[in-house]
């Protein structure tokens, strides 16, 4: 799983690692939980509205929600067990940590489940996001989110630094440096 900052570019270099995998004939399942949440959103049932009004204020969905999310997505997706499964944004707090870690369990895959720590400045990744202009892009909805990391998503760094599982990769510099380090960091080049 990768974790970060909003705007450390997680998504981004999923997609990479994603793509580069599948050229080397790695299957893979990529679960973002933003993605989950904005496809969620835009659904015109009780919801995707409420989802939506947390979106656009800035607000967290609550933990159960985005644990009940990926946890459906990976029973309809993984069809056999020998997938990569990459996990973008998620888990966010403790309790969903230790809910991967069950579900992880149950499909047999906890022991080889690293967590990739983007390391990337406040300052840098304020900046990424106003420049990306996604309509959860406020000033108020990134301060909340960046203010949110630290006080919620770095206990999630600390539980899997604890138990060994947390590899740090610098995440400033162009998107194939970051790339580059993090392949290393896997031992997938």
């Given at each position: 799983?990768?974790?970060?900052?909003?705007?450390?570019?997680?998504?981004?270099?999923?997609?990479?690692l994603e793509t580069y995998l599948n050229t080397q004939g790695k299957?893979?399942?990529?679960?973002?939980?933003?993605e989950l949440l904005r496809t969620l959103a835009k659904k015109d049932t009780f919801a995707g509205r409420k989802v939506k009004s947390i979106i656009t204020e800035g607000k967290l969905i609550d933990e159960w929600v985005a644990a009940y999310l990926w946890q459906n997505d990976i029973m309809t997706r993984l069809l056999e067990n020998?997938?990569?499964?990459?996990?973008?944004?998620?888990?966010?707090?403790?309790?969903?940590?230790?809910?991967?870690?069950?579900?992880?369990?149950?499909?047999?895959?906890?022991?080889?489940?690293?967590?990739?720590?983007?390391?990337?400045?406040?300052?840098?990744?304020?900046?990424?996001?106003?420049?990306?202009g996604r309509?959860?892009?406020?000033?108020?909805?990134?301060?909340?989110?960046?203010?949110?990391?630290?006080?919620?998503?770095?206990?999630?760094v600390?539980?899997?630094?604890?138990?060994?599982r947390l590899i740090s990769v610098h995440g400033e510099g162009t998107i194939e440096e970051v790339q580059a380090r993090i392949r290393t960091a896997l031992g997938v080049e």
């Open positions: 799983m990768f974790l970060g900052r909003s705007g450390a570019g997680k998504g981004t270099q999923l997609k990479l299957k893979t399942i990529y679960v973002s939980i933003g020998d997938a990569f499964l990459f996990f973008d944004g998620s888990p966010r707090k403790l309790h969903e940590a230790e809910a991967l870690d069950m579900t992880l369990e149950w499909f047999e895959r906890a022991k080889e489940m690293v967590a990739v720590l983007l390391d990337v400045g406040h300052e840098e990744v304020f900046g990424r996001l106003k420049a990306r309509e959860d892009d406020t000033e108020h909805g990134i301060k909340s989110r960046l203010d949110w990391f630290e006080t919620e998503v770095m206990p999630v600390r539980y899997y630094e604890s138990s060994g």
